[in-house]
């Protein structure tokens, strides 16, 4: 066991060393503010600290982590392992040259997130105001990083203290935002389509519409046959987030009481795990999320846990705050829609720690380091490059031996438009993922 000795122990430095001595290192330690206990002790030891105490491994701590609330934080910045860190501390023998748990802290509890920004048009937290991006980290899980670094030292000094294996896995998670593009739309919606394509004069457009409706072509959105023989091949599960949403600017999914709509939920719910898509309008109206979740949980007969907002419109703490009352267990919600990386510094799940009452809460936090709309509405890259950016990601997660979430869309998978060579992209991230 890790004796672990700090002469003060806040709430927010259990959260830290919890998450990265317990879950990402997986070792057995204990905290106390105890110093005589933790001389007396005769193993691995750890000091976090203004200064050490003898000659154990030792972390000088700024004070970031002693305070309560949320203020301004001027960030003095210190070049590590190749990359920026933040918190600098001074003492010849402090083991980093900055404080990695107040680094760390900083990242996981969405620190600046609280603070005032300029929000996009929809209301989100820009991946441009993010220190992150500012910093040039985005594309590198830094809070694993600096964890794994802090591993290696206690490898060196206590080469008995048993660290977990830890071993890189891979999430794929789809949103339906419309689960067909013509078909079981209903009536009005069906005519206004075929409507709007003679009005523009799109002829192309209205014959496959006839033909979708016909029953002679494929609806271009319905890929999930094709989803399901990927799942089959690779032989993973798949994560489904659906949008159960009243018909609005930004929602316009297929109306939930469709028998076909709800059909295709209960069989995608047979080989993969389903949680609904919280709607743009629910992040303003927690009515509307409870509207929303109890569709979703009428049409599959069980509790739903899971969920990821649409647009991924998060306002910390709010939105986490309605999920928390809506007995929702796990959000995927964290990441950039205009850029690809580890919006809070890592890959792997974390608890939402909440600034304003300065406690970890039981919602589970899941990042997702990249979306095929990222690489293709924001960046412009064709599927070529839009893989080598993907498998570059991974190469970062696999690094850490962390989790690799990634976000994509049945429209995508669809193929058609916009998103022809995209379902490529995805089955051979897979096999990249896979891969040894």
């Not at 972390?59 to 070049?79: D, I, Y």
């Not at 490529?424 to 896979?434: R, T």
Request: aromatic share 14%; glycine share 6%.
């Amino acid at each position: 066991m890790l004796f672990v000795f700090t002469p003060h122990i806040t709430n927010r430095i259990a959260y830290t060393f919890k998450h990265v001595f317990g879950r990402i290192l997986g070792v057995n330690y204990m905290l106390t503010a105890k110093k005589e206990e933790w001389i007396d002790y005769d193993g691995p030891k750890v000091s976090y600290g203004k200064a050490p105490v003898a000659d154990e491994l030792f972390f000088q701590q700024s004070s970031f982590l002693l305070a309560t609330g949320v203020k301004k934080v001027h960030l003095e910045t210190v070049q590590f392992d190749g990359s920026t860190a933040f918190f600098p501390v001074q003492h010849p023998q402090s083991a980093f040259p900055f404080d990695p748990f107040s680094a760390s802290f900083y990242m996981l509890s969405l620190y600046e997130e609280y603070l005032p920004f300029i929000s996009d048009i929809h209301g989100r937290f820009p991946a441009t105001e993010s220190l992150a991006y500012r910093f040039e980290i985005l594309q590198k899980p830094v809070v694993n990083c600096w964890a794994k670094q802090i591993g290696r030292l206690l490898e060196q000094r206590y080469p008995n203290l048993k660290q977990r294996k830890r071993k890189f896995s891979m999430v794929p998670s789809i949103d339906i935002d419309s689960a067909y593009a013509i078909q079981n739309k209903g009536l009005v919606r069906i005519l206004a389509g075929l409507i709007n394509s003679c009005y523009n004069r799109n002829i192309d457009d209205l014959k496959q519409r006839l033909k979708v409706l016909f029953r002679l072509e494929d609806d271009p959105f319905d890929s999930f046959e094709y989803q399901l023989s990927i799942q089959k091949k690779y032989n993973f599960r798949s994560l489904y987030f659906v949008l159960m949403a009243d018909y609005g600017p930004y929602d316009k999914n297929i109306p939930y009481q469709n028998r076909a709509f709800r059909d295709l939920i209960k069989f995608l719910a047979d080989y993969s795990d389903v949680g609904i898509h919280a709607s743009y309008a629910s992040n303003d109206s927690p009515e509307l999320l409870k509207k929303e979740v109890k569709r979703l949980s009428n049409v599959l007969n069980r509790e739903i846990t899971r969920s990821r907002q649409h647009f991924l419109r998060l306002e910390i703490p709010n939105t986490y705050h309605t999920l928390l009352n809506m007995d929702i267990h796990d959000d995927y919600s964290m990441g950039f829609a205009s850029q690809p990386g580890f919006r809070a510094g890592t890959c792997d799940p974390f608890p939402f720690y909440d600034l304003e009452m300065e406690t970890e809460t039981p919602l589970m936090i899941h990042p997702f380091v990249v979306m095929e709309g990222t690489l293709v509405d924001y960046l412009n890259l064709s599927p070529e490059e839009g893989l080598q950016n993907i498998c570059r990601l991974i190469d970062e997660v696999k690094a850490v031996e962390g989790t690799f979430v990634s976000l994509w869309h049945n429209e995508s998978l669809g193929g058609q438009a916009r998103w022809v060579g995209w379902p490529e992209v995805y089955e051979k991230m897979i096999e990249y993922g896979i891969s040894e």
